[in-house]
T-cell receptor, first 109, second 115 residues
Framework: GQNIDQPTEMTATEGAIVQINCTYQTSGFNGLFWYQQHAGEAPTFLSYNVLDGLEEKGRFSSFLSRSKGYSYLLLKELQMKDSASYLCAVKDSNYQLIWGAGTKLIIKP | DTAVSQTPKYLVTQMGNDKSIKCEQNLGHDTMYWYKQDSKKFLKIMFSYNNKELIINETVPNRFSPKSPDKAHLNLHINSLELGDSAVYFC??????????????FGAGSRLTVL
């Protein structure tokens, strides 16, 4: 079966750095996405990786290792508004998106 | 100027009733989707339409019937509602169906509660 694993919940301090990991086992790979979802709201796109390496976008970076079936989302200079769930999703060989359950990130002052 | 709008935002109804959720996108996208997000927060695709044609129909009960009158609209009708249908239903759209970094744009969600 296809599987996406992420930690259920993480806690970090305002101003700090946090890394949210995602491991996947899918039938084929056509890209990995990270979405942010605030409570009661819609998911919004953060990043896309299809080649190995690091993609940086402001305070957020996303890393991919296809050989290890592994990605992480790195959030720097954390702000209270970063409190949200972070969803990892992988496109399989049929270009269907397989979603993880998300990691709830709690930011403390 | 909402890109993907769905109504209603909240829906509380009794078991056995029939209800509809409407979705419209003004992005000019070709593909629209319905997702279900349950209490465990997993997003599961239910249906996908590309230019008014059904392209994905995951294993959902046939009580759920999508209807796409044109490529900007994808409505979801649910017959004989059951307790297990309680969830948040998200409409979404993308510019293309396959390949590339086709980013999903989601609507705000419709929270369905079946009593």
């Amino acid at each position: 079966g296809q599987n996406i694993d992420q930690p259920t919940e993480m806690t970090a301090t305002e101003g700090a750095i946090v890394q949210i990991n995602c491991t996947y086992q899918t039938s084929g790979f056509n890209g990995l996405f990270w979405y942010q979802q605030h409570a009661g709201e819609a998911p919004t796109f953060l990043s896309y990786n299809v080649l190995d390496g690091l993609e940086e976008k402001g305070r957020f970076s996303s890393f991919l290792s296809r050989s290890k079936g592994y990605s992480y989302l790195l959030l720097k200079e954390l702000q209270m508004k970063d409190s949200a769930s972070y969803l990892c999703a992988v496109k399989d060989s049929n270009y269907q998106l397989i979603w993880g359950a998300g990691t709830k990130l709690i930011i403390k002052p | 100027d909402t890109a993907v709008s769905q109504t209603p935002k909240y829906l509380v109804t009794q078991m056995g009733n029939d209800k509809s959720i409407k979705c419209e996108q003004n992005l000019g996208h070709d593909t629209m989707y319905w997702y279900k997000q349950d209490s465990k927060k997993f997003l599961k695709i239910m249906f996908s339409y590309n230019n008014k044609e059904l392209i994905i129909n995951e294993t959902v009960p046939n009580r759920f019937s999508p209807k796409s009158p044109d490529k900007a609209h994808l409505n979801l009708h649910i017959n004989s509602l059951e307790l297990g249908d309680s969830a948040v239903y998200f409409c979404a759209s993308t510019r293309g169906e396959v390949s590339g970094a086709n980013v999903l744009t989601f609507g705000a969600g419709s929270r369905l509660t079946v009593l």
